[in-house]
């Protein structure tokens, strides 16, 4: 799952390359070695060189580069910037890499009807600047928000730690324009809260994991900036206590905009890495953020840590603004921390139902100790969204095989919860071998039948999610 | 559109009966004139009869009924509570309808993860009385929604008032299982916020209108229930600034939990049925809710009240909670009041995108009156979805017609503004027809290519949204 390799690499014709220049030029069309290295690779580290990379500027040029590459029965593989956990930008098959790099324009914020069109290599937290600075919000929040992409967020149907209160990227599509197989675009979606007309092609895109077709346009739903926010910091002595706490909380009718935690091994090494301030001695943390209307939240933060004291944590809520700011940086440097802890970190991101928390929890830990690996758990525990990371000497064979068994083990010991083996991560490659642990036969071949209604020659994207 | 009528009637050979009538017993096949009758009409009052109607108690039931069907050929038209206002429940192509009448059990109100695990045949309200029971909420509240069914909910994608704020059924649903063609169930979605797994084939189902499967469970999220509410009541006499307070109270960071319009008519017919105290002479009427935490609403009802006066309007807030009840009565009291001003109700949810609402609305009062129809508007404005009423004389051939025209027109004019055709009711027989205005020939051949690969004989609600 880890080594994953190409299968079969399949080169682009010259009489492609050339058809792909006059389309766009010779500067946008990369094949040296050198370039091809460069789009070779994502945050999991896999390594799988693209035969040739386009870089398109309009819809209009991806509609022909896809055309010339189906035409050629050349596979197709978009890419966003490359910050996804799973593989899901890597060319199995190599062929022609698409790089939404320069469709990077935020074609439209429409502030009376509180939504955004955007090409999709405009990154999320550009958008979210631009928007914040008109009073509203687009909430999702991936930990890569500063360098990740819109069309890579929703192919992914990315979430983040605001998810929890408000939805994860797919409730924030409203339209997708989309180049099929055949280089048309089909358009999905109304930009209003309400549109029942027909199938839902707009969420069946959002997720598939760039395996249906292409993005060139999104329309995102924004809504109003929050007034104000509180952040309350609580230390636990004993994990099973914070899986108490977060069922608590959201029975006191609370719905925090953040609900966050980390054990031990991630507080040191923020520590480590930036200083914030940390207990280093906490068994667990949680950061727990109330926002909304400021009268309400007052009352909020105060009932949160009220029940965070009674499950016997030590609570601090933040005084002013520049303090809750600094916890959030500590939370937000977490990924880059905890990657300094090993040559290779194995991030998965399972999901329980909540109130399996207190039970699940202790036995997820219990993992990495049986198969004697160095594991770092965070993340979103307000959606029972957690990160259990495996910090391994990948150039060790021994440990990458005990590694390997673990992973299998967090995957089962989620599915037992009636969870699921990837909350906000996708398939791609690295768990494409685990989807029939989750999924009847009967379920993945209708998955596969939908991709083929889209791309009848397998194609686009090919040899991601497990159907191909 | 009105007058649709069954295309082609497969009947229900002997043997087939017999076969069904082993699965359920002699009292739950019926095919008596009478019964049939019964099970032959919905909201639209078109009536279609059905060759058999069966009415399953278990899962078990309905995958055997499906697989006998299937293997004889025979259309199978699922049937909820039979609310609907575009003929989804009807049974274009006779065959057997399938009410999910009895299969009508909450099966589980899980608190600590605030889901609700429910049969198709549930009752809406049933629902939302026993989760408030346990302080939680199920926000979608379609006007029927004190008999409408959740199978019908979710194959419908429901909508309601409260959806400006918390979003539609869509959203709402977290797991289904589907029996499909060959009786087999596929089960789709996870209990939890987050899980991105494979394509999202839950929200493919949401909004399909019984044509992809049959729901036989259906887990639902629930929310806490929010802790107060306010409503404000404003007369406007001119329907012009009503869209412009629209946009204004959103501009202002307000997020409404209901924002409801009606105009001289239908105030009129409200008054006329029930006697609430609504001003007769008022040219429109805007309710609006907010809710949430006490001390947030009080300031935010204030605010909606000052933007709503600014823009003209003579404005009330309601001083108790028995007030504001019976203002909410006064507009639940709004479809049936409406269906008695004359025999027949034509009933449009068109959808405009909100900032096009001051411009919109004055041009679709102006179509009633090109074709001397009677025209009652009112809806959900908050999320630009308009209820465009013509009632008419169904028996007069000249009415009709002009009916017709007006209607399309209507689209024509949401379309026009990037809107949709329909907002909550779906498309069934009644939008067919004018599927092609909303998507492309490519777009309508993918939805049929869907419908296919879990309905490979066209026998699952055939005949519905323009894609047989």
């Not at 998810?163 to 324009?177: P, S």
Request: aromatic letters at 6%; charged letters at 25%; hydrophobic letters at 40%.
């Amino acid at each position: 799952m880890f080594n994953a390799v190409q299968k079969e690499i399949i080169p682009v014709p010259d009489n492609v390359k050339r058809a792909l220049k006059e389309v766009l030029g010779e500067h946008r069309v990369l094949d040296d070695e050198m370039d091809r290295l460069l789009y070779s690779y994502d945050a999991t580290r896999i390594k799988m060189l693209p035969n040739v990379v386009v870089i398109p500027e309009t819809q209009e040029e991806v509609q022909k580069i896809v055309k010339i590459c189906y035409e050629n029965e050349i596979p197709i593989t978009p890419r966003g910037a490359g910050s996804g956990y799973t593989g899901g930008a890597l060319p199995v098959k190599g062929g022609v890499l698409i790089s939404f790099e320069k469709m990077d324009k935020i074609l439209e914020i429409d502030e009376d009807n509180a939504i955004a069109r955007v090409q999709p290599g405009v990154i999320t937290f550009n958008l979210q600047k631009e928007v914040e600075k008109r009073g509203l919000f687009y909430p999702p929040d991936p930990a890569s928000y500063k360098f990740c992409t819109l069309g890579g967020n929703v192919a992914e149907n990315a979430g983040g730690p605001r998810c929890v209160k408000y939805g994860v990227t797919r409730e924030y599509v409203m339209e997708l324009n989309t180049v099929i197989h055949n280089g048309e675009i089909i358009h999905s979606g109304k930009p209003t809260l309400k549109d029942v007309a027909g199938y839902d092609i707009t969420r069946l895109l959002i997720g598939s994991e760039g395996t249906i077709g292409l993005f060139t346009e999104i329309t995102l739903k924004l809504i109003p900036k929050p007034k104000a926010a509180k952040t309350v910091k609580a230390i636990f002595s004993d994990i099973a206590s914070v899986g108490k706490t977060v069922k608590d909380i959201f029975k006191a009718g609370i719905s925090p905009s953040a609900l966050e935690f980390m054990d031990n091994l991630a507080i040191n090494a923020v520590e480590d890495f930036g200083h914030f301030g940390l207990p280093r001695d906490a068994e667990v943390l949680l950061l727990i953020e109330v926002d909304g209307h400021p009268k309400a939240i007052d009352d909020e933060i105060t009932e949160v840590a009220r029940i965070c004291e009674m499950n016997g944590a030590k609570v601090e809520i933040a005084k002013t603004t520049q303090d809750a700011a600094k916890l959030w940086e500590a939370r937000r440097a977490l990924s880059p921390a905890v990657a300094k802890l090993a040559r290779t970190k194995i991030n998965e991101d399972i999901v329980f139902p909540r109130s399996y928390l207190p039970e699940a929890l202790p036995r997820l830990r219990e993992i990495g100790k049986k198969y004697n690996l160095k594991m770092v758990n965070f993340g979103h525990i307000g959606d029972g969204n957690v990160h259990a990371n495996f910090m391994i000497n990948g150039l060790d064979p021994d440990e990458v095989a005990r590694a390997e068994k673990a992973v299998e083990e967090v995957f089962n010991l989620a599915l037992e919860y009636g969870g699921s083996i990837t909350g906000e991560h996708g398939v791609g490659i690295t768990k494409a071998e685990f989807m029939p642990k989750q999924f009847k036969p009967q379920e993945l071949e209708i998955m596969k039948k939908i991709k083929r209604v889209f791309d009848p020659l397998d194609l686009i994207n090919p040899g991601k999610m497990g159907i191909d």
